[in-house]
């Protein structure tokens, strides 16, 4: 159920100005509730707030769509304003979703009731420009472009952790290998974990493209291997690899995502693929090559 705010009458008239909207809702969003404010005359109530539970955010769809609002305007930060935007688009509401720095406060005396009222009077002017949302279709590959960005940026947190404990053991790997997580740099760390000390043995492991020879990363191969270290550096090599089993699992999300979009190419229609398809579909080839 909504509370019954008692409603602010304090704003000066701006009634010179030629209404754009006239079904024009404002919203002010939060984490624990939502501010709306309504035209004045479309209820003796026009400013009501609603908790941000999925029944509250019915509620306040059914109570707009019962004001004859057709348009809404939203002000919020984070994620919050989500799913109150898309029960609102799937009641056909029109949502809007605003920058607060495109919103000039009129005095300094600011609370929910004010906002949300403001926001609803500069909507209706047509004074207030939505932030871009790409439509139904695109949203799903946005969300695993960016759950795909997180994954590589928290794998690349273990790679450090990776050189760090290296670095206690005095092992030099960076200095001879071009990349600790390539070809060469995963077979030694690996062969390493399992209990080889041979500075020759594991340098032996090292790829035929690799620039340095078996002697100079033999070299840097000579060094403490303490327990502690050792721990630390299994425990980072077994997280990046973790995350590198989830990047690929975007990978498949992503490519499904994309198969699902068409071209229409000489009257046909064809299967799209984007020219930034293969930069999408492939992984930090380095930090991946441990999964072939």
């Known amino acids: 159920m909504s509370k019954r705010p008692r409603v602010s009458r304090s704003m000066k008239s701006i009634e010179s ?57 939203i002000e919020a930060t984070g994620v919050y304003w989500i799913p109150l935007v898309e029960v609102l688009e799937a009641r056909g509401l029109a949502p809007k979703l605003v920058d607060s720095r495109s919103i000039g406060r009129r005095n300094k005396k600011k609370t ?41 940026d928290y794998a690349s ?16 790997l960076h200095l001879v290998i071009s990349d600790i997580t390539g070809v060469t740099g995963l077979r030694i760390i690996h062969e390493i974990l ?22 100079i990363i033999a070299k840097a191969l000579v060094g403490n291997y303490r327990a502690e270290h050792l721990f630390a550096l299994k425990q980072a090599v077994e997280l990046f ?28 229609t064809l299967p799209k693929r984007s020219p930034h398809l293969a930069r999408i579909s492939r992984v930090s080839t380095r930090a991946l090559l441990f999964l072939r």
Not at 50 to 67: I, N, P, Q, Y
Not at 194 to 215: F, H, I, T, V
């Open 241 to 268: 690899e973790e995350y590198g089993k989830q990047i690929a699992a975007c990978d498949t999300q992503i490519a499904a995502a994309l198969a699902g979009f068409e071209k229409k190419a000489d009257g046909a």
């Open 112 to 152: 929910d009731v004010v906002d949300c009222q403001w926001i609803q009077r500069l909507h209706a002017y047509g004074l207030l420009d939505g932030a871009f949302r790409p439509d139904a279709a695109m949203l799903p590959l946005r969300a695993f472009m960016r759950q795909r960005r997180m994954l590589i």
């Open 17 to 73: 100005l030629m209404v754009i909207n006239k079904d024009a809702a404002g919203v002010d969003a939060g984490s624990a509730e939502h501010w709306v404010s309504v035209p004045e005359d479309r209820d003796e109530q026009p400013v009501r707030v609603f908790g941000t539970f999925t029944e509250d955010l019915r509620a306040m769809a059914d109570w707009l769509v019962a004001c004859g609002v057709n348009t809404v305007a």
């Open 194 to 215: 399992k209990g080889e000390r041979d500075p020759n043995k594991l340098a032996a492991l090292r790829d035929r493209a690799c620039k340095n020879s078996e002697q």
């Open 157 to 172: 947190d273990h790679i450090r952790h990776m050189q760090k404990a290296l670095d206690l053991m005095n092992l030099k």
